[in-house]
């Protein structure tokens, strides 16, 4: 279709024009996101008339009766489907579904087409979150973790179990003809399960005054923002204990990390002599992890472009890099203290399920309880691909 096509290239135009350097007001950006959303719509409406279009032509839609709404697909008259057919599945895509999903959270009055769509679905979709506003969720978590584009993210659902390199025997030369002895090498497991991760928000009866939009964006960036912090720190500092287990789990000692006398800062030597420390495997894909205090107060006095290169500023990326290695900046890490390593090759995450959103009136506060729930679990695979720099308690 040729309106589809205006469409797609339309997103594309304002894809790049979010992520170029172009300077951009907030109204700006706010027309932007405005104009995507409705374009977003009406490209689902036009899929949705293609698909109800292909069906006749297949022969799956009966064409003798009442034509089918090009929006919604249901049959005016017709009896709608029992739980699991097509219909019922694809019904959480739809605008219909998504505004009585989010009114049904604030206990609002529905109209009668976002009534039909709701008693439509199956008794699973009209709990389900909808699929903007799912996609809207799991965008800002991964806004406010980026962490979990660093690691290693699987998405099984249920447990999972990764093989991984247990303890092995290097390789040897061999005389030809000479029998060959197996090695004592091993595997082991790292199994994933889930935990949920929850949080609980609370707003006042005032929220029923907010839009669609509005609301829709409020819930997605409070929900998604807290459930974030939370899977950060847990890559960082869970205990691995009825929760997934952070990177800081693993045993320190002197073959993977630096200490720093507790009254004294990291010097150059201290640098070059961690990342030394790492495996040379992993060098690639490692990055430095610090508080952005630790870096502008231990870190970046190191940094004397006219001696050496430890510390280097890009101002092409605004990224600081220590000896060649990029710098991310968390506030779950400990003050004067720095990991480097390779998260992906080393960090093994899992989201079985995406976020799920409940609500509750409560009479009492006059208020809404809004409980966003994820499920993760994460394991170090690879203890190797990290080293951390430790400042001494004593």
């Known amino acids: 279709m040729k309106r589809k096509k205006e469409i797609l290239t339309r997103m594309a135009e304002i894809r790049a024009k979010l992520e170029s350097d172009e300077a951009l007001t907030e109204d700006q950006i706010k027309d932007l996101e ?89 008794g699973s979709a009209g709990k389900a979150v909808p699929t903007t506003t799912r ?53 082991i497991a790292v199994v994933l399960s889930g935990y949920e991760v929850t949080k609980l ?18 819930l997605a960036r409070k929900v998604g923002r807290k459930v974030a912090e939370k899977i950060s720190a847990l890559i960082f500092n869970g205990t691995g204990t009825n929760e997934a287990q952070g990177v800081n789990a693993i045993t320190w000692n002197a073959t993977n990390s630096v200490t720093v006398a507790v009254s004294a800062s990291p010097t150059a030597a201290n640098i070059k002599t ?16 610090m508080k952005k205090q630790t870096f502008f107060t231990d870190i970046h006095p190191l940094m004397d472009n006219s001696k050496d290169n430890i510390v280097t500023y890009d101002p092409a990326t605004g990224k600081y890099r220590i000896m060649g290695y990029p710098v991310n900046f968390d506030d779950r890490l400990t003050l004067h203290e720095a990991i480097l390593g390779d998260f992906f ?32 679990d994460g394991k170090v695979q690879a203890t190797e691909a990290f080293v951390k720099l430790v400042k001494a308690t004593a």
């Open 135 to 187: 996609n809207k969720i799991i965008e800002k978590v991964h806004q406010y973790c980026p962490m979990l584009d660093k690691i290693d993210l699987l998405r099984v659902p249920g447990g999972v179990k990764i093989p991984a390199e247990g303890t092995t025997v290097d390789a040897k030369t061999h005389t030809e003809g000479a029998p060959i002895t197996g090695d004592a090498d091993t595997i």
């Open 34 to 122: 405005t104009e995507a959303r409705s374009l977003e719509t009406e490209l689902a409406q036009i899929e949705h008339r293609s698909q109800i279009a292909a069906g006749i032509n297949a022969g799956s839609v009966e064409t003798r009766a009442a034509t089918p709404n090009p929006i919604t697909g249901e049959v005016p008259g017709a009896t709608p489907p029992a739980g699991g057919g097509e219909d019922s599945r694809n019904i959480v895509d739809t605008p219909e579904y998504r505004s009585a999903w989010l009114k049904n959270m604030r206990n609002l009055e529905l109209n009668a087409a976002e009534q039909r769509t709701i008693t439509t679905a199956d």
């Open 201 to 218: 928000v609370t707003i006042s009866k005032s929220v029923e005054k907010m839009t669609i939009d509005a609301f829709e964006d409020w």
């Open 274 to 289: 961690l990342v030394g420390l790492l495996n040379g495997g992993y060098d690639d894909g490692a990055e430095w992890y």
């Open 345 to 376: 090759l080393g960090y093994v995450g899992n989201m079985p399920e995406d976020v799920t959103v409940t609500s509750d009136f409560v009479v009492r506060e006059n208020s809404y309880d809004f409980l966003g729930c994820a499920m993760f």
